[in-house]
Structure formats: structure tokens, C-alpha cells
């Protein structure tokens, strides 16, 4: 293997820990060669891959992307790159605001403002709210177009059975935080373990909506997000399309399975 790096050389020209470099393995992103003992050694090919790799995470690419991309399979890469671009661009605005609050707060500071900790906490907060506020906007711009202002009536009453303790930020943050794990997790078989895993998990968190959509609602809100990619305004539901369409087929094969799924019920 003259031509090839042990794993402590290869740290030190990529940067990446041997750590980062096994975990990769595991992965499957890269195979680097055995010696008769055991030890890694990476040749010219798994270099190149790797120099691949650490490129596409500097265009913000997940391993998972990654992997689906560097996969020899056809790929929709207007799409991933369209869809990256759409979070680093939320990212980027997030960011954007938190130094904005940082520069005002700051500037308060700088001509003698007592600004103290609660003082502090306060302004995050009334940004927080302007966040909400602007987040509801985008969702009105969105159920404009699918829903009649009577459909959303029915919605509004509807969903005011779920009571006031129902804490709308945290379902939206759940939402999110398995959009993440499901995105993470891809690519996957839909039919597997880890897939049934995720549907049970969507469909737990889909109950305070099941038990009191309607059909129609129901009907509504699956079209609504097959259209995601002709949404008027970038609203966020947690999760992006690929996720959408991967949480189709898990579902569907769950019900081929002769699983049963908790779907709205008819009235009466």
C-alpha cells in the first residue's frame, strides 16, 4: 500500500478527526483499504472522495444529501440545491435578525441605557413575537390559496376544541424536530424498521389534528402539501418535500403491512 495514507496522515491533510473518518465509513461514503491487520489505509480514490465530501459540506449539505448525491443514482439536483438554498436563506435571515437585536441592544448599552439581563430577556421575546406574527402571515398567504375563507372557518372552530392549553409554538417545534430526524435519516428503506419507527412517531404527533379534522380537512391538507414546491411565500412545517414524499410511502407501506393508522373519522 506504498501509495496510499494510514488514517493519522489523512487526518492531518484533510483536517478531519480519525473519528469523522470512521464515522463516514459507517456511512458508507467511504471505503478506504484494509491492511492484513486490520489498519485503514486510503488510496487516491478515497482522497478524492473525501476532498468531495468535505466541498459539498461547505455548500451546507447534509451527510444525507451527501450520501444520495455521491450514490451513482439519478438525483433531482436542481431540486436539492433549489431546496438548500431555500434553508440556508432562513438560516441567513435568522441570523440576520439576531444581529440586528444584538446591534440595537448594543447601541442602547453604548449611549448609557441600564440594560440588565430581564430588560434583555424582554427584547428577545418581543422579537420572538414578531417572528410569530410574520410566520402567521406567510400561513395565511399559504391557506389562501387552498382552503375558502368557510373551510378555514371550519378549521378555526375545529381546532379550538384542542383547548387553550394546547401549545401551538411547541407542536410546531416537535414538527420540526422530526423533520430533522427524518431528513437525517435519509435515504431509507420506506418498508424497513426505521421507517415504521417514523411513521408511528408522525402519526403520534398528527393526533391532536386527527381527532378533529374532518375528511375533507383531512383531503385538503394532503393536497395542500403535495403542492408544497407552488407555495406562494416560504412557509415552514417542520419538514421539506423530501421528507413529505418519503412519509407517503413509509405510510403507505405500513397500510399495505395491514397496519392501522389513526385517520380522521367521519361525522356522526
Request: hydrophobic content about 45%.
Amino acid at each position: 500500500m506504498a501509495d496510499s495514507l494510514d488514517i493519522a496522515a489523512v487526518t492531518r491533510l484533510t483536517g478531519l478527526t480519525a473519528r469523522a473518518l470512521r464515522f463516514y465509513e459507517a456511512r458508507g461514503l467511504v471505503q478506504p483499504l484494509r491492511t492484513a491487520s486490520g489498519r485503514r489505509h486510503y488510496d487516491a480514490a478515497a482522497l478524492e472522495r473525501l476532498n468531495l465530501i468535505l466541498s459539498l459540506k461547505k455548500a451546507g449539505l447534509t451527510l444525507a444529501q451527501i450520501q444520495r448525491l455521491t450514490a451513482n443514482r439519478r438525483i433531482d439536483l436542481h431540486g436539492l440545491i433549489t431546496a438548500q438554498l431555500d434553508h440556508l436563506e432562513a438560516q441567513a435571515r435568522r441570523i440576520s435578525e439576531a444581529q440586528t437585536l444584538l446591534v440595537s441592544v448594543k447601541s442602547r448599552i453604548d449611549r448609557g441605557e441600564p440594560i440588565d439581563a430581564e430588560t434583555f430577556c424582554s427584547l428577545i421575546r418581543h422579537e420572538q413575537q414578531d417572528s410569530t406574527t410574520m410566520s402567521q402571515d406567510q400561513w395565511k398567504a399559504v391557506t389562501d390559496r387552498y382552503f375558502t375563507p368557510e373551510q378555514q372557518a371550519e378549521w378555526a372552530d375545529r381546532m379550538g376544541a384542542l383547548g387553550e392549553d394546547f401549545d401551538q409554538d411547541a407542536y410546531a417545534a416537535e414538527w420540526k424536530a422530526l423533520g430533522d430526524d427524518i431528513k437525517a435519516a435519509l435515504p431509507m428503506d420506506p418498508s424497513g424498521e426505521a421507517a415504521a419507527g417514523f411513521v408511528q412517531r408522525w402519526f403520534d404527533l398528527l393526533k391532536p389534528f386527527t381527532d378533529v379534522a374532518s375528511p375533507a380537512m383531512w383531503t385538503g391538507t394532503m393536497k395542500m402539501y403535495d403542492d408544497m414546491d407552488n407555495w406562494p411565500v416560504q412557509a415552514d412545517p417542520g419538514f421539506d418535500t423530501e421528507v413529505w414524499a418519503f412519509m407517503k410511502q413509509a405510510t403507505a407501506a405500513r397500510m399495505l403491512a395491514g397496519v392501522s393508522l389513526a385517520l380522521p373519522k367521519q361525522p356522526g
